[in-house]
């Protein structure tokens, strides 16, 4: 381990002022190992605009690269390849091949793996979802959370987290052996486990792995983004709508909280008012086509989380 959660704690609580400046300097140890042959991922989300803001303030020719997976709200796909020195890359699959080869993910990454490997009959898989360690006992950690999505086993529908891997990440692999650049990425550790877990591993910075890759912004949270993004006045995708405070001072935006690929169920089975819902009022012709021609409809029917 780099780091342990105490120094994450200890980041997240720092100032915006000195995020600032340790993510730029993150960003310029990353663009300096490898001789500027460096580019910036975006999504076309608020994150990665604040992450390509920061990276050409200090190195303004630097590369912008979005994978146009057609998963994008249609003012977020327009602002992503709006923006000036953006390469565009295309999966080779379509979302609906995607869908009918490797299923939907629900309810995030690490459960949807774990049921697609126990349904080809893995033992770390199967023991995952009875809360059990390897050795047989209770887990102590969060294999347990696993046990209450087991009847996911039974599901009529295919489930895994492959679609990502599929629609995002082979295209960016393919472009970064083809450039021999090395990406700069907009997550944070706030978002998911996951990504908690491989900041605490690696830090912002992994230049060691396989596949090499800066994450600068990893101790950032929601917050600063919103606050950076109020202060500097760097424009973001119009879906997003205001930058507000709420009843508690806490900033939010008037429009969409997050955005990531519009037909994505990850997470949805937590909100009051979910994505699908959201799209049925502001986005109906789009909303139609991914409940009917995708069928996500009824998946989302399986699940029993509403969709209008």
């Known amino acids: 381990m780099k780091h342990t959660p105490e120094d994450l704690k200890i980041m997240q609580a720092w100032p915006l002022s000195r995020k ?4 730029q300097t993150r960003i310029m140890e990353w663009y300096y190992r490898f001789d500027g042959m ?3 991922s975006i999504s076309g ?11 050409r303030r200090a190195f303004p020719d630097i590369e ?3 994978v146009n997976t057609g998963l ?3 003012e977020v796909r327009k602002f992503a390849m709006d923006t000036p020195n953006t390469t565009v890359l295309q999966p080779k699959m379509r979302f609906d091949e995607v869908v009918r080869e490797y299923g939907w993910c629900y309810p995030s990454k ?3 793996h774990t049921i697609y490997y126990a349904r080809k009959g893995s033992k770390w898989a199967l023991d995952r979802l009875k809360g059990v360690d390897a ?3 209770p887990s102590k950690y969060r294999k347990s959370h696993y046990v209450k999505w087991a009847f996911l086993l039974d599901s009529p529908f295919i489930i895994s987290d492959i679609c990502c891997r599929v629609m995002k990440e082979y295209p960016m692999e393919k472009y970064q052996r083809e450039t021999g650049k090395r990406p700069i990425v907009g997550t944070m550790a706030a978002e998911s486990e996951r990504r908690k877990q491989a900041w605490l591993q690696t830090g912002c910075n992994n230049f060691d792995s396989k596949h090499p890759a800066s994450k600068p912004m990893s101790f950032w949270n929601n917050q600063d983004v919103l606050q950076y993004i109020r202060f500097t006045g760097i424009p973001i995708a119009s879906v997003y709508g205001d930058i507000i405070e709420d009843k508690d001072g806490r900033l939010c935006t008037t429009g969409e909280q997050r955005t990531g690929c519009v037909f994505c169920p990850v997470g949805c089975h937590r909100d009051k008012v979910n994505r699908f819902q959201r799209m049925a009022e502001t986005h109906p012709k789009l909303h139609e086509y991914c409940m009917g021609a995708l069928g996500l409809g009824a998946f989302l029917d399986f699940i029993e989380v509403p969709r209008r």
């Open 20 to 23: 600032i400046r340790v993510t």
């Open 38 to 40: 460096v580019n910036v």
């Open 45 to 55: 989300g608020k994150d990665s605009a604040v992450l390509l803001d920061l990276a």
């Open 64 to 66: 912008a690269v979005y």
């Open 72 to 74: 994008d709200f249609p």
């Open 110 to 112: 690490d459960v949807a």
């Open 135 to 137: 050795d047989g006992t």
